[in-house]
C-alpha cells in the first residue's frame, strides 16, 4: 500500500499545487496512522493531529468530504493543533475525506506555507482525486490482505505436515497442538507455524502431546 500511496501523495500535489500532502489512513477504534508524506513537517502536522485528537483530518464529526482553513492562524476550530501547526510553517489546509464501500478509510491532508493557499476550486478537484485515491487505496487493501490470508494458510498447513510427519497425528490433531500453542503463549497461530516450519522443533513438549 505504500507504495501506492506514495503515489497518490506525488501527484496530488502537482495537481493541488503544493509541495505539502500527507496519507492518513484509519485503523482499528478509529485512530490515524500516516502511511506516506512528501515532507517531515507533514509528517509531524499529521502526527499531531493524531496525539491530540485534534485537526480537519481526525475530526469525527467533519461535515462534508473536503475541509478548508485559509489561515490556521486565525481560525478558532483547532485551538490546540493550529497553533502547533502554525509555528512548524503551515498555515493552512485542505482535508479531503477518503471513502471506500460507504466507509470513512482515512483523509489526505494538503497544507500551504501561505495564507489563502487554497481555493474553492481546489477543495473540489481534491474531493474528486479523494474519490479515485480512495478506490485505489481499497483495491491495494483488499488484494494484500487475500494474499495474507493465502501466505497464513500456507504456513499452517505446512507446520501441520511437520507435526504429522513427527508424531504421527492426522491434520486436525496437528491443528489442535498448533492452536493449544498459541493459546497457551499468546502467540499468533501463524508465527507458532512459522517458528515450527523454521526450526523443525516444537518448544519443550507439546502440550496437546502430554
Known amino acids: ?15 493541488i499545487g503544493t509541495q505539502f500532502a500527507g496519507i492518513m489512513m484509519m485503523r482499528r477504534r ?11 513537517v507533514v509528517l509531524e502536522a499529521d502526527g499531531l493531529q493524531q496525539r491530540l ?28 493543533w493550529g497553533p502547533v501547526v502554525v509555528d512548524l510553517g503551515l498555515v493552512s489546509v485542505l482535508s479531503a475525506e477518503l471513502r471506500a464501500a460507504g466507509q470513512r478509510i482515512g483523509v489526505i491532508n494538503f497544507y500551504g506555507d501561505h495564507v489563502r493557499q487554497f481555493t474553492d476550486q481546489d477543495a473540489h478537484v ?19 490482505n487475500l494474499q495474507n490470508a493465502l501466505d497464513s494458510r500456507t504456513i499452517v498447513g505446512q507446520a501441520q505436515g ?24 499468546n502467540v499468533k497461530l501463524t508465527d507458532v507455524a512459522r517458528a515450527l516450519v523454521e526450526s523443525r ?10
Open 126 to 144: 481534491a474531493s474528486l482525486f479523494a474519490s479515485h485515491a480512495a478506490a485505489a487505496l481499497a483495491a491495494v487493501a483488499l488484494r494484500e
Open 53 to 80: 485528537r485534534e485537526g480537519p483530518g481526525v475530526d469525527p464529526a467533519m461535515p462534508s468530504r473536503t475541509i478548508m482553513s485559509a489561515d490556521l492562524a486565525r481560525d478558532t476550530r483547532w485551538p490546540r
Open 30 to 40: 478509529r485512530t490515524f496512522e500516516t502511511v506516506v508524506s512528501s515532507a517531515p
Open 1 to 15: 500500500m505504500a507504495q501506492t500511496a506514495a503515489q497518490i501523495v506525488d501527484f496530488g500535489t502537482t495537481t
Open 162 to 185: 511437520v507435526l504429522m510427519e513427527r508424531f504421527d497425528v492426522d491434520a486436525d490433531r496437528a491443528f489442535t497442538i498448533l492452536r493449544r500453542y498459541s493459546q497457551d503463549g
Open 201 to 210: 522443533e516444537l518448544p519443550g513438549t507439546s502440550p496437546g502431546l502430554r
